[in-house]
């Protein structure tokens, strides 16, 4: 993972991406967290139907915030607001306070 994660870092998201998907099929079990990397490089290399199965992959896996906030980001890139919507609505659900959801959330309320 930290070879990975150091690659991505740098901005070589191919390479962190080859990383992650190697070791995803060295372990028996998914890691959440490593679909969400998987799908977080696809979204850097604009793979964006596969950066959406990876991050829905981590989150059906384990909810996390991190994960509903970047695939929240990702139909906002995609310019789907009302899908935009509801993954932080759903997100909020998970974490109640958290102020950047929230804003978020707001924001988009306002777009709608």
């Known amino acids: 993972k930290h070879v990975a994660r150091t690659l991505f870092l740098l ?21 959440w967290e490593v679909l969400h990397n998987i799908g977080v490089c696809y979204m850097h290399l604009k793979d964006y139907n596969k950066a959406l199965e ?26 789907d607001i009302a899908k935009a919507t509801e993954i932080y609505r759903r997100a909020t659900k998970h974490n109640p306070e958290d102020p950047e959801l929230l804003s978020t959330l707001g924001l988009l309320y306002l777009q709608t």
């Open 11 to 31: 901005g070589k998201y191919k390479p962190a991406l080859d990383t992650y998907k190697e070791l995803e099929s060295l372990t028996k079990e998914h890691d």
């Open 54 to 79: 990876m991050l829905t992959q981590s989150l059906d896996l384990t909810p996390q915030i991190v994960t509903y906030t970047e695939l929240g980001r990702l139909y906002l890139m995609r310019g």
